[in-house]
Nanobody
Framework: QLQLVESGGGLVKPGGSLRLSCAAPGFTLSNHAIGWFRQAPGKGREGVSCTSSSGYSTNYAESVKGRFTISRDNTKNTVYLQMNSLKHEDTAVYYC????????????????????WGRGTQVTVSS
């Protein structure tokens, strides 16, 4: 089955930036919608952002609008999450998830909508 691999996490100061990447070695992601989720210790999995298979449509949680940008380069088979102006509350393990495109609109922030998941990358925002 398709296995996603996240990278780019790390320790960053408040106000700093990180860029996360999501790849799927051996698979083509161009026909999948890709979501980014995060899970802080003791909390549930939260939808952060999602991009359609083409990259034309995007969605963001209100908490990250204006700060995070999702994008994809299908020629590189990679999806990115650019995170700027990071806050302590952004600290979490970030996961990417994939679902084969079937609808133009779907409940993108619901983890149950996705079939494939990465193992996560840690993002820690601390001074």
């Amino acid at each position: 089955q398709l296995q996603l691999v996240e990278s780019g996490g790390g320790l960053v100061k408040p106000g700093g930036s990180l860029r996360l990447s999501c790849a799927a070695p051996g698979f083509t992601l161009s026909n999948h919608a890709i979501g980014w989720f995060r899970q802080a210790p003791g909390k549930g999995r939260e939808g952060v952002s999602c991009t359609s298979s083409s990259g034309y449509s995007t969605n963001y949680a209100e908490s990250v609008k204006g700060r995070f940008t999702i994008s994809r380069d299908n020629t590189k088979n990679t999806v990115y999450l650019q995170m700027n102006s990071l806050k302590h509350e952004d600290t979490a393990v970030y996961y990417c998830a994939a679902v084969q495109a079937g609808k133009l609109m779907f409940p993108w922030a619901d983890p149950a909508e996705y079939d494939y998941w990465g193992r996560g990358t840690q993002v820690t925002v601390s001074s």
